[in-house]
């Protein structure tokens, strides 16, 4: 079935540094989600992208659809402490199917 | 307004037991979806819903899970003689319109234990 991979799978870094992270398909898909799951909680949407190429902002968070449309990419800046969690990101193969979630990458924040 | 709510949060069940979970999306909301999601793993889709018709039920382990959603509001996922396996969180989401690239909200998931 498809996968989406995602990296890194977790990831420590300092309160104020940005941060990267991706996922990667096989397979095109022509809608990806990015969600972040604090712990205990569902996960809730961050940014939704529906287009090649399509670079997306919510406040602090940046997500770009890849070109090729078999990755995208979440980049967060200046983080805080409540930044902390797990992000998925989920895509759509074609319109009609179902979403397929990534593994997550997990993230930390140092003070 | 009020979010998705799932009942009970936790579910300690013996293995052969039934079980039914149970979902209660938006107010308003059309499209309703089942997941399952291990611990550290993204959610696994289960089954969805547009109204009271089951659309989907591809992702649906084996016939002793089933869905039903008679009224097109609330919800109920049933666990058939569960199994030790079955053991996971259970996640259901809403989303306003039919169409699945419409964003879906998630519920805080009822977490079933089968010993």
């Known amino acids: 079935g498809q996968q989406l991979n995602q990296s890194p799978q977790s990831m420590f870094i300092q309160e104020g540094e940005d941060v990267s992270m991706n996922c990667t398909s096989s397979?095109?898909?022509?809608?990806w989600l990015w969600y972040k799951q604090d712990p205990g909680e569902g996960p809730v949407l961050l940014i939704a992208?529906?287009?090649?190429?399509e670079l997306t902002s919510n406040g602090r968070l940046t997500a770009q659809f890849g070109i090729t449309r078999k990755d995208s990419f979440l980049n967060i800046s200046a983080s805080i402490p409540s930044d902390v969690g797990i992000y998925f990101c989920?895509?759509?193969?074609?319109?009609?199917?179902?979403?397929?979630f990534g593994p997550g990458t997990r993230l930390s924040v140092l003070p | 307004g009020a979010g998705v709510s799932q009942s009970p949060r936790y579910k300690v069940t013996k293995r052969g037991q039934d079980v039914a979970l149970r979902c209660d999306p938006i107010?308003?909301?059309?499209?309703l979806y089942w997941y399952r999601q291990a611990l550290g793993q993204g959610p696994e889709f289960l089954t969805y819903?547009?109204?009271?018709?089951?659309?989907?039920k591809s992702g649906l382990p084996n016939d002793r899970f089933s869905a039903e959603r008679p009224e097109g509001s609330i919800s109920t996922l049933t666990i058939q003689r569960t199994e030790q396996r079955d053991s996971a969180m259970y996640r259901c989401?809403?989303?306003?319109?039919?169409?699945?690239?419409?964003?879906?909200?998630f519920g805080p998931g009822t977490r079933l234990t089968v010993l």
């Open positions: 107010s308003g909301h059309v499209s």
């Open positions: 992208l529906y287009k090649a190429g």
């Open positions: 397979s095109i898909f022509n809608t």
């Open positions: 989920a895509g759509q193969r074609t319109y009609g199917q179902n979403f397929v």
């Open positions: 819903f547009n109204y009271e018709a089951q659309q989907d």
């Open positions: 989401a809403s989303s306003l319109r039919t169409s699945r690239a419409d964003t879906q909200y």
